[in-house]
T-cell receptor, first 112, second 114 residues
Framework: SQTIHQWPATLVQPVGSPLSLECTVE??????LYWYRQAAGRGLQLLFY??????ISSEVPQNLSASRPQDRQFILSSKKLLLSDSGFYLC???????????FGQGTRLTVV | AQKITQTQPGMFVQEKEAVTLDCTYD???????LFWYKQPSSGEMIFLIY??????QNATEGRYSLNFQKARKSANLVISASQLGDSAMYFC???????????FGAGTTVTVRA
């Protein structure tokens, strides 16, 4: 099965600072990749998904952007963080079988 | 429009008893997949069970089973013989065949009492 590496686990950033969260996938090729954000005690909001290198679909207009420079690398970025960007960010990947969808350990971002 | 609906924000269950978590979905696709995940307080998302829309039998994985009623568009998760470690948030998700998105419901928090 595949493994999703996501880092850092926790991050505290000041308002207005840039952000870069990285997600890499092992054990599969050409996965569909996803970035989700989860507010405390709430559901998962899909932010971006990608079906291939350089292909990014945005679900929610916001202060964030995503890029996929390599097949198994997905990056979430922001030029200037807002307080409302705080949350738990999860990277996910679908496997070669349609029955699989795996998640990274998540990054807890606090914007202060 | 909301594609996945979980109407139970929180549930309490006695240890060793079974609990059913509701999930209804909305799709016009004939081909789709339904997933259930467990999220403990640590935040990790643990895959539990999958049901394909064309699967004739309900999916089962150990103590987890999925009560799939296609005509009603429901995919309820049944956890049998609840354990204290089952206390967590549970999410239902769907992926349609013509769409790459994996959409989640709002989740149900399960608390298992000793």
């Amino acid at each position: 099965s595949q493994t999703i590496h996501q880092w850092p686990a926790t991050l505290v950033q000041p308002v207005g600072s840039p952000l870069s969260l990285e997600c890499t996938v092992e054990g599969t090729s050409n996965p569909n990749l996803y970035w989700y954000r989860q507010a405390a005690g709430r559901g998962l909001q899909l932010l971006f998904y990608s079906v291939g290198i350089g292909q990014i679909s945005s679900e929610v207009p916001q202060n964030l952007s995503a890029s996929r420079p390599q097949d198994r690398q997905f990056i979430l970025s922001s030029k200037k963080l807002l307080l409302s960007d705080s949350g738990f960010y999860l990277c996910a990947s679908t496997g070669t079988r349609e029955t699989e969808a795996f998640f990274g350990q998540g990054t807890r971002l606090t914007v202060v | 429009a909301q594609k996945i609906t979980q109407t139970q924000p929180g549930m309490f269950v006695q240890e060793k008893e079974a609990v059913t978590l509701d999930c209804t979905y909305d799709t016009s696709d004939q081909s789709y997949g339904l997933f259930w995940y467990k999220q403990p307080s640590s935040g990790e998302m643990i895959f539990l069970i999958y049901q394909g829309s064309y699967d004739e039998q309900n999916a089962t994985e150990g103590r987890y089973s999925l009560n799939f009623q296609k005509a009603r568009k429901s995919a309820n998760l049944v956890i049998s013989a609840s354990q204290l470690g089952d206390s967590a948030m549970y999410f239902c998700a769907m992926r349609e065949s013509n769409d790459y998105k994996l959409s989640f419901g709002a989740g149900t928090t399960v608390t298992v009492r000793a």
